[in-house]
């Protein structure tokens, strides 16, 4: 009896003193200018809440909480849209309206909640990923949240209870965080945080510093109270008097001329150039706003510990923010927590052919990475049979050019994704061979394909995802993607998804387009698969994760990509076949191989030197040491 005793206070100590020591070590701070080491670990998913999961139909979206979201004036008797649907068929009160299918979209509500992505914790889990990438979640009225009401607040139609949360709401100063409330939305978010934390699930929050919504509650009060207003000078705005009927109009600037989307105030802007960074910052008390809202989200209880908050935030339109306010905001930032991941959207200099240039950004005083559509679009025009097709010379020095200008860690934190909110998922981009993101809507396109690609594309993808997964940086997963999801650039890429569970309608072609279909959404358990066993294999091998790349030759002239990745005594030989006919492979002696731990398309190594690989194959085979 006492031994057992004895024995479990030993344990118990033995337990207690390894979890300070591994608890010092996890807080041991990272360098100011270095990305937090859990970054470059990350397997991101991307969720874009309104079209993720209803999980609950007690805070489906209103034309209150809808209000003013639009130009255009939703119909009184709107509804929300059957989560099933036929995707290019027109409601009943979208018709009415008289406007075409690509302005009455922007209407629809599915009703997308955080019960939804509560509820699927454990497929999340089963999936594999360790990070959570959300789009805007701050209370807005529109389906992307992009135009805040409110920062500090979680959107009322993902809470519990929205009537209350606008009454709680309604009772603050909002310019002063101590009269701050925590509406029902707010805490089911942080307790959200706190159960993807317990499964060791990461969450970032997309947010935009650059502009508002014009229902933000310091433009209201600008509307309200003219020149008279607290806020009077916050925006990009002046008052100007019409010299004929003798009133004071507000004439301020929206972003790139969106009247919805009022723009920040600037101070001492220098050298500003669409698609360059350019000196300045934000007016101080916005900046303020800003920290508070931050802080916020970061450290709810202000305990400085962070198991009931966010581990970064991805930045919207990032180039339009002066460099000054964001050098304050990463020192700010990292003082609350020191582990705090910033990744900013920099995206193009000049659409659809120069894409910016991240460099600028990720010097360690702005961001630790870029949503870096600077790989997927190199990778893409390579593995893709696009009209911009790259040859593999062209593949290899486009991929170097985009690395290595940066130290390891920044290229490891690279946040690698191939689709997004605001671009056609992964499946209809390789299917279809125009340049990325250009004419990429059957609207602007009739001969742009969204239905199911044929049997080619899918092993194009692939064979491209077996080298998302075994390249430097961290993979993104679009939600849905791994459902195999087709859709075509924003908003047909923005489907809710087709779970198991929902019923959905056939899905027709888009009136205007040459490509008819008729097929019917599903969950397609193969890519599901797929994607799972890219990601278990990438866990299980840290050379994919903080390994050194090396491109070697081993058949030029037949465009076999080939490249080493090593990390301490573990080395990988990723070979693929990006040809519409087999290959056969002699490795040279100097390659000494061990078995394959990993193959898709039917590539096999026969012998140690010999390599058979069919149309669209890949291969990883471990090294002897």
Not at 7 to 21: A, D, E, M, Q, R
Not at 164 to 185: F, G, I, Q
Request: hydrophobic share 35%.
């Amino acid at each position: 009896m006492n031994f057992q005793k004895n024995k479990h206070l030993f344990l118990l100590s033995v337990g207690l003193f390894l979890t300070t020591i591994l608890g010092a070590q996890k807080s041991k701070p990272i360098p100011f200018h270095q990305p937090p080491s859990w970054s470059k670990e990350a397997i991101w998913y991307q969720i874009f809440i309104e079209r993720f999961r209803n999980g609950s139909t007690q805070n489906d979206p209103t034309l209150e909480t809808c209000y003013n979201a639009l130009s255009d004036q939703i119909p009184n008797d709107w509804k929300l849209t059957p989560w099933g649907q036929n995707w290019y068929e027109q409601e009943s009160w979208a018709k009415e309206t008289g406007l075409d299918f690509y302005r009455t979209i922007q209407m629809r509500r599915y009703g997308g909640d955080l019960h939804g992505v509560e509820e699927k914790i454990p497929y999340l889990k089963s999936l594999g990923i360790n990070a959570i990438y959300f789009n805007p979640l701050n209370d807005a009225p529109s389906l992307h949240k992009y135009d805040a009401r409110y920062y500090h607040h979680i959107d009322v139609t993902l809470g519990d209870d929205p009537k209350k949360d606008l009454a709680l709401m309604a009772t603050e100063d909002p310019s002063d965080p101590k009269t701050w409330v925590w509406t029902s939305a707010d805490m089911k978010f942080i307790n959200l945080v706190k159960k993807l934390h317990s499964e060791g699930i990461r969450v970032v929050l997309d947010f935009s510093w650059n502009h508002t919504g014009k229902n933000f509650w310091a433009f209201k009060d600008i509307e309200k109270n003219g020149q008279s207003s607290k806020y009077a000078d916050w925006y990009q705005g002046a008052f100007v008097k019409d010299e004929t009927t003798g009133q004071t109009k507000y004439n301020y600037e929206g972003w790139i001329g969106i009247s919805s989307l009022p723009e920040w105030k600037e101070i001492n802007p220098q050298n500003k150039k669409p698609g360059h960074p350019f000196e300045g910052t934000l007016h101080p008390d916005v900046t303020q706003h800003i920290f508070d809202v931050s802080r916020r989200w970061i450290d709810p209880n202000g305990d400085g510990k962070f198991d009931d908050g966010i581990d970064g935030m991805r930045l919207d339109v990032a180039e339009h923010v002066p460099l000054g306010f964001w050098r304050d905001f990463r020192k700010y930032v990292r003082n609350v927590n020191p582990d705090f991941y910033l990744v900013g959207e920099n995206w193009w200099t000049q659409w659809p052919d120069v894409l910016m240039d991240p460099l600028p950004w990720v010097k360690g005083d702005v961001f630790d990475a870029v949503m870096h559509y600077q790989w997927y679009k190199v990778a893409r025009d390579y593995f893709a049979n696009s009209e911009n097709k790259l040859s593999l010379s062209g593949f290899k020095s486009g991929i170097d050019s985009v690395f290595l200008k940066y130290p390891e860690y920044t290229q490891q934190a690279m946040m690698n994704l191939s689709a997004s909110h605001d671009a056609p998922r992964l499946l209809t981009c390789f299917a279809n061979p125009s340049k990325y993101k250009y004419n990429a809507v059957p609207r602007d396109n009739e001969d742009y394909n969204t239905a199911t690609p044929d049997n080619e594309v899918a092993q194009r993808v692939k064979l491209f995802l077996l080298h998302q997964y075994t390249f430097v940086g961290s993979p993104h997963i679009w939600n849905g993607d791994e459902m195999g999801m087709t859709g075509a650039d924003d908003p047909d890429c923005r489907k809710p998804l087709p779970w198991q569970d929902i019923p959905f309608e056939t899905e027709t072609s888009f009136s205007g387009s040459k490509v008819v279909y008729a097929e019917k959404p599903s969950f397609k358990q193969e890519w599901f698969d797929y994607y799972q066993s890219l990601i278990t294999f990438r866990k299980k091998n840290p050379a994919f994760t903080y390994g050194k790349y090396e491109f070697i030759s081993i058949a030029d002239k037949k465009n076999i990509l080939a490249y080493f990745r090593e990390y301490k005594e573990d080395k990988y030989l990723v070979v693929l076949n990006n040809n519409p006919e087999t290959q056969i492979i002699f490795l040279p002696n100097s390659i000494v191989t061990d078995k394959p731990c990993f193959q898709v398309g039917g590539a096999d190594l026969v012998t140690s030197k010999k390599l058979n690989l069919p149309a669209f194959s890949g291969i990883v085979i471990p090294m002897y040491p």
